[in-house]
């Protein structure tokens, strides 16, 4: 694998990223510049391609008084990815995910969550460490993650979760769990209920990374019903110390708007 090295090209595409979220609630039809509508590949299964440019779009959206905020922003290669507050008729979190080619975004994923919260640690969907460090750290970070998700969470060895997480100094953001990692073992191993979550991870897409950062994009079912699942790990030392989430269903095939799919 390649190290992942910020460079000002880099810090750009962060920028142009930024710049492009902001114009939802600006109206700033020089936001969408970054994006090349002719080859611009659309993942969100209810956002129909084609029909309206970027431009017009943000700019209804911004008559409606929406705020974003960016909280993390990071860039892995070609990818820029970001967590994000939104606050339109309701408040929501996401991830957001480009693709750039020549400089432009060509391809785009999210995953978004009405937020709820804090959880019973305290702890709210979007708050926590936002600095990015040991940049020199990508790829083997990278590697612990997808070893957690293969290992841990698709194959179901929920006994090998104290071996990534650091128990001392976990703090977790799910609205619905505590950094108590007893919680998070229960919904991934028992089956649901009226009063619990059952949580099943059966593939993972895509692991996304920058120094102490990691972004997996898996899917699974939640109580059975298809989900899509974006985590953001940070790690410390090799080990998990934070985690952030967002679960999405995903509609049934005959309801999406376009035919790209979720992943």
């Known amino acids: 694998m390649t190290i992942t090295i910020l460079s000002t090209m880099a810090s750009n595409k962060k920028e142009l990223i930024c710049k492009l979220l902001k114009g939802i609630e600006t109206g700033d039809p020089l936001s969408v510049a970054v994006v090349n509508e002719e080859k611009y590949i659309q993942h969100n299964p209810q956002t129909r391609e084609g029909n309206q440019g970027l431009a017009k779009l943000f700019e209804r959206l911004s008559k409606t008084s929406p705020r974003v905020n960016i909280v993390r922003i990071f860039e892995d290669g070609d990818f820029v990815f970001a967590h994000t507050e939104y606050d339109f008729a309701t408040r929501n979190i996401g991830f957001e995910i480009f693709r750039f080619e020549d400089g432009h975004a060509v391809e785009h994923w999210d995953n978004i969550q009405k937020r709820k919260g804090p959880n019973i640690s305290g702890h709210s969907m979007v708050d926590g460490e936002v600095t990015v460090v040991d940049h020199e750290k990508t790829d083997s970070n990278r590697f612990v993650i997808q070893s957690f998700v293969e290992e841990t969470l698709i194959k179901g060895r929920f006994e090998k979760l104290e071996d990534y997480i650091n128990q001392e100094h976990y703090v977790e953001h799910n609205p619905r769990l505590s950094d108590n990692l007893v919680e ?48 953001l790990y940070r790690l410390k030392e090799g080990e998990i110390v934070e985690h952030w989430d967002t679960t999405e269903a995903i509609p049934p095939r005959s309801e999406w708007k376009n035919n790209n799919g979720k992943f």
């Open 184 to 231: 998070l073992s229960c919904a991934l191993s028992q089956a649901s209920n009226n009063d619990s979550i059952s949580i099943k991870y059966e593939k993972c897409h895509r692991i996304l990374a920058e120094g102490n950062f990691i972004l997996s994009i898996c899917e699974g079912y939640t109580n059975q019903t298809p989900t899509s699942f974006f985590d």
